[in-house]
């Protein structure tokens, strides 16, 4: 479906002279889509490409002739690929658009930049076994998997209206609560905010509703990766989960990276989809050829956290963990769209699918502070002596995420960073 091609040449040089630099995230061979306006302004939200450390705003460029990003998305995939070749030449070294280009490159730190589309649906999968093995321990430790997990990816309906962009700040959520060993429950701050590392996987053209989307299609509706933590309020998810899973311990914000990096730019980080001896194969609608050969997405994840001593000590965040999106993920994003379709469901352009948690095997992946902490009862120590079970006013944690492969070059997802406040 998504082929390596002429705009993946590990050779290709920009005119932008940051984008060439070893370890740039958003080198030429990347070209990640997000909403931008000049910091400050009142002005409307515009579609740019990430180039180095500028962003070259397409409608300026000549190159769209749209400020609506979700309407870019659900072109036909031949149309964004026309796109992508459109830019990499544009902005490749020895361009002849070179001299009009450069007027319409912004500073990316002399930006601001919104949610990377319009979100009209966001549904939360749980994709990450290790994540479920870890948590369903705490919880079940004679059955930590529930019987359905390795038939069927577990999902549920999120809340679209509260996620966010990166570096905006976001309030602790209040809620009720009830200690195990309490009596009744009361209602207060949550005592136990946690973080999930999530991928954010964007649908490009949707569906029709009553129409499936089979797995040899189902890559053909997604448009793109980005990172996307979802905060998540574990006292009051304890107290509310049963019967009808999380609700108001996840929906207070989910924030995503200011960047899309499409499915185009993403070809030369696939590998197989294998599942472990003694697994169960996928059912024939959650199988295809293509998704066996190359359904896995090779991304490296990692979380950072600097608490506001840490800022005003001047020291840099520290990581917490490190981890491989295809470890930790049982279904890939072409098995999420084919089951979220199966019954007839509409994806739409702009919809968010949630990777759930990626957890690697070990404690040095986890993708949540449950995980890290054992539910809390272990704390965690940072380099300047402070402890963490979970988040504290003042926390501010990040998300990065990159594909690093030989032949290939490096690119990067950016960030999702948010802070919580009182
Ligand atoms: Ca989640």
């Known amino acids: 479906m998504y082929d390596i091609d002429a705009t993946h040449d590990p050779e290709l040089k920009s005119w932008v002279a940051s984008a060439n630099e070893t370890g740039a995230e958003f080198p030429i061979q990347n070209l990640p889509f997000g909403r931008f306006r000049p910091a ?10 990430a180039i180095g450390d500028q962003v070259l705003d397409l409608r300026v460029a000549g190159v769209i002739d749209t400020d609506d990003m979700n309407a870019l998305m659900a072109a036909k995939p031949e149309e964004r690929q026309a796109l992508r070749r459109r830019i990499s030449e544009g902005l490749r070294e020895g361009s002849g658009d070179k001299a009009a280009w450069s007027e319409a490159l912004l500073a990316q730190a002399q930006c601001e930049f919104t949610v990377p589309c319009k979100v009209g649906d966001y549904t939360d999968f749980y994709t990450g076994i290790h994540h479920a093995t870890t ?14 997990y390795k038939w069927v990816p577990i999902g549920y309906h999120g809340r679209a209206s509260s996620i966010v962009v990166s570096g905006q700040d976001f309030k602790r959520p209040k809620g009720q609560t009830k200690a195990p060993d309490a009596a009744e429950p009361s209602y207060g701050p949550c005592k136990r905010l946690d973080y999930e590392l999530e991928l954010a996987f964007y649908v490009g053209a949707g569906n ?12 053909s509706h997604l448009f793109g ?26 929906n207070f914000a989910s924030t995503v990276s200011p960047w899309i990096v499409t499915m185009e730019a993403l070809a030369p980080f696939r590998s197989a989809f294998t599942r472990a001896e003694g697994d169960p194969q996928p059912l024939p609608y959650l199988d295809s050829p293509g998704n066996r050969e190359r359904g896995q997405l090779d991304i490296t994840v990692e979380v950072l956290l600097q608490t506001a001593k840490m800022r005003e000590a001047g020291t840099a965040p520290h990581r917490l963990t490190k981890g491989s999106v295809a470890e930790a993920a049982y279904w890939t994003a072409a098995q999420l769209v084919a089951h979220h379709t199966v019954n007839g469901c509409n994806l739409q352009p702009g919809d968010l699918l949630g990777s759930g948690t990626l957890s690697g095997p070990t404690p040095d992946a986890c993708g949540s502070l449950i995980e890290l902490t054992l539910g809390g009862k272990q704390s965690i120590e940072l380099p300047n002596g402070e402890k963490r079970t979970f988040l504290e006013d003042g926390d501010t944690l990040i998300l990065r995420g990159w594909c690093e492969r030989d032949g290939a070059v490096r690119i990067g997802f950016g960030e999702a960073r948010g802070t919580v406040r009182e």
């Open 208 to 219: 029709a509703l009553g129409e499936p989307v089979p797995m040899a299609e189902a890559e």
């Open 40 to 49: 400050g302004s009142n002005g409307g939200w515009r579609i740019g490409v």
């Open 225 to 250: 990766v980005g990172l996307i933590n979802d905060w998540s309020a574990r006292d009051i998810q304890a107290w509310e989960y049963q019967p009808l899973g999380p609700f108001l311990s996840k």
């Open 135 to 148: 948590i369903g321990k705490l919880f079940r430790p004679d059955q930590p998997l529930m019987p359905n």
